[in-house]
């Protein structure tokens, strides 16, 4: 056994085939493109390595012995699982067939990812999709470190050191309880605001920070009266009066029919986030995530 496996070759078998299917070597040799003579020298090493003979050479062709006929149902299977490893390989080479891990910030998750990614998958279901919420430092910091093939975040300081590619725009406004004096038809600037009490998301937040550095660069800072690490807790939070709250306008509009809340127009030029996918270098990404990389960005 160790011994065909060490000295039988795939070109061999597939010589073999095309004499057993076409039963002369002429006519095999032509189909193959090769000289009658290699297809001859090819099958005398097979028998030469079985050691019992495969065809018997006649005038008109050849005939198979019955080791012959043994040979070519094997030699069939093995040729057949090579085109089949072939045909795999052939997919994830193009993208078809494997596995992504991915990290995403919350904007992205709750906002655009869930329809992009079936959407995905319904194009290309041989790749496995491992999807990680994470705020946007951790993110830049998952793809810095290779725990994740590509990440999506908000335009922030330090994506620079990735190579980027713009995936969707975030827009943000203002969600009040349902019985705050601000009408939803009338947009408001945040500096109208900073009497108010917030809800907010946790400090690591992009979000968090943006609204922290606004503040600031007004002479003020936010009154926190409650921090949460969801979007959906922020919500709710703003839906008992706990404050008022910045969240992504997708967001806010799943809750108005649902909560007692209401959306109100911002103002600010800030409120436009640009969201990013960003990796480390294209030449390192895998050709699965080449592939939903370039969906991804089709979809912005």
């Not at 006519?27 to 390595?49: D, K, V």
């Not at 030699?75 to 193009?94: H, P, T, W």
């Not at 926190?224 to 969801?230: A, L």
Request: proline fraction near 4%.
């Amino acid at each position: 056994m160790q011994k065909l496996l060490r000295k039988i070759d795939l070109t061999s078998l597939r010589l073999f085939v095309a004499v057993y299917q076409e039963k002369n070597i002429a006519r095999a040799a032509e189909r193959e493109f090769i000289a009658p003579s290699a297809i001859s020298r090819r099958i005398g090493e097979l028998e030469h390595i079985i050691g019992l003979p495969l065809i018997q050479r006649q005038s008109r062709g050849i005939s198979v012995t019955p080791v012959g006929e043994a040979v070519y149902r094997h030699a069939r299977a093995v040729l057949g699982n090579i085109e089949a490893l072939a045909a795999d390989l052939s997919q994830y080479s193009s993208g078809a067939k494997g596995q992504v891990k991915l990290v995403g910030n919350l904007s992205s998750i709750v906002q655009f990812l869930p329809e992009d990614i079936a959407a995905f998958e319904r194009a290309f279901p041989e790749v496995d999709i491992d999807l990680e919420e994470h705020t946007t430092a951790t993110v830049m910091r998952a793809v810095e470190e290779g725990a994740a093939d590509f990440g999506i975040c908000n335009a922030v300081a330090g994506v620079e050191q990735f190579e980027c590619l713009p995936y969707r725009t975030d827009y943000l406004c203002l969600l009040v309880p349902g019985s705050h004096a601000l009408h939803p038809a009338t947009p408001v600037a945040f500096r109208d605001l900073l009497s108010e009490h917030f809800v907010s998301l946790r400090g690591e937040s992009a979000l968090t920070q943006l609204l922290a550095q606004a503040a600031a660069e007004l002479g003020s800072s936010l009154k926190i009266k409650i921090r949460v690490s969801s979007l959906d807790a922020l919500c709710r939070m703003v839906h008992v009066g706990l404050g008022i709250a910045v969240v992504p306008q997708q967001t806010a509009e799943l809750y108005i029919n649902t909560l007692d809340v209401k959306m109100v127009p911002l103002t600010d030029s800030w409120i436009a986030r640009q969201l990013l996918i960003i990796f480390r270098r294209r030449e390192q990404l895998s050709a699965c995530a080449s592939s939903l990389i370039q969906f991804l960005t089709s979809k912005g």
